[in-house]
């Protein structure tokens, strides 16, 4: 039963973290001047570290060499890596309201792509050439809904973490372990 459920949160864990790495690489991907965001490029790397830490976990459910504290211990980390990344994008979007909010969009670093100067004479990234009004609104919207998902699988991969590292603290108790020991 534990290994199941075990399993069941390392793969809801691993398709959050494929998520969450994709939507931040497309966000880099798509910066148009300087580099990308801090922000942005620290969900590349939850994203990956999660897909990490859930291969190991699982591994260690099926095999005695794993130590039974290193799974306990990277759901732990994992956890509040997650955590970080999606209070870090939380902060950084304060401003934007429910994606709303276009000229603070416009100005934030997380969604505007890149900026040059300051002020009325900013020029944004995510304008281009002979982009409109309603060009420009949609691909800030399209953005800022990627950083909410990513925002929001974060929290989502912090609460699985946090099951996964109940279940293994209950598991050393009652010493109910996996293949190798550990079971979340």
Do not use: H
Request: with cysteine; hydrophobic share 45%; net charge neutral.
């Amino acid at each position: 039963m534990y290994r199941a459920i075990s399993l069941g949160l390392r793969g809801l864990i691993f398709l959050c973290s494929v998520t969450v790495l994709g939507l931040a690489a497309a966000m880099i991907s798509n910066q148009v001047v300087d580099s990308a965001p801090v922000t942005t490029r620290y969900s590349t790397f939850t994203g990956g570290f999660g897909m990490i830490v859930c291969g190991v976990g699982a591994l260690g459910l099926f095999v005695s060499f794993i130590p039974d504290l290193v799974p306990l211990v990277l759901d732990g980390l994992m956890g509040l890596l997650f955590l970080a990344g999606g209070i870090a994008w939380a902060v950084g979007l304060r401003s934007v309201g429910n994606c709303d909010n276009y000229d603070e969009m416009l100005r934030s670093p997380l969604l505007n792509q890149g900026s040059v100067g300051s002020g009325d004479d900013a020029l944004y990234g995510i304008i281009g050439p002979g982009d409109g009004p309603d060009d420009v609104m949609s691909k800030l919207l399209s953005n800022c809904q990627r950083a909410r998902a990513d925002q929001v699988l974060q929290f989502i991969c912090f609460a699985f973490a946090l099951g996964l590292v109940g279940m293994g603290v209950v598991g050393l108790r009652k010493g109910k372990m996996g293949g190798g020991g550990y079971v979340a």
